[in-house]
C-alpha cells in the first residue's frame, strides 16, 4: 500500500510515520509537509533513508503539487496538516483559513478526483472539542 501522510515532520505526524514504517515495512509512504513553524525534519531524521519513505518539501494549498502528488496513486490520505495553536489563529487568521480549509479542500479535491477511498483527517481538540474526563 502507499500512503500519503500531509504534515508528518510535525509532532503527531512524524510519530505515526515512524509506527506506520515499523508496522508495515512493505507500504510506502510519501510525507507532504511544508516546514511551517510546526514541522521540523529532525523528527523523521531515524527515517530519512529508509527506503519505503519519501519527503516532499511543499504546500497542501498547491493544487498542482498534490495533483502531483496523487498522480503516484496513494491508497490512502491521512491528513495531519494544519495551523494549530488557537493563540496564532488570533494574531494571524489568514494563514489558518489558508491551511487548514484552502488546504484541506484541495486535499479533498484531488482525492475525490482519483478516487482515494480512505482519507483520514487528524485534528486537535481545537477542532473536534475535548474529551470528557475519564475518556
Not at 17 to 38: C, F, G, M, T
Not at 70 to 95: L, N
Amino acid at each position: 500500500m502507499k500512503i500519503l501522510v500531509t504534515g508528518g515532520a510535525g509532532f503527531i505526524g512524524s510519530n505515526f510515520i515512524r509506527y506506520y514504517l515499523e508496522a508495515h515495512p512493505q507500504d510506502y509512504v510519501l510525507n507532504l509537509d511544508k516546514l511551517s513553524y510546526a514541522g521540523n525534519l529532525n523528527n523523521l531524521a531515524d527515517v530519512a533513508s529508509h527506503p519505503q519513505y519519501e519527503f516532499i518539501h511543499g504546500d497542501v494549498c498547491d493544487a498542482a503539487l498534490v495533483e502531483k502528488l496523487f498522480q503516484k496513486s496513494p491508497d490512502v490520505v491521512v491528513h495531519f496538516a494544519a495551523e494549530t495553536h488557537v493563540d496564532r489563529s488570533v494574531v494571524g487568521a489568514q494563514e489558518f483559513i489558508r491551511t487548514n480549509i484552502q488546504g484541506t479542500f484541495t486535499l479533498l479535491e484531488a482525492a475525490r478526483r482519483q478516487q482515494i477511498r480512505r482519507f483520514l483527517h487528524v485534528s486537535t481538540d481545537e477542532v473536534y472539542g475535548s474529551m470528557r474526563p475519564g475518556k
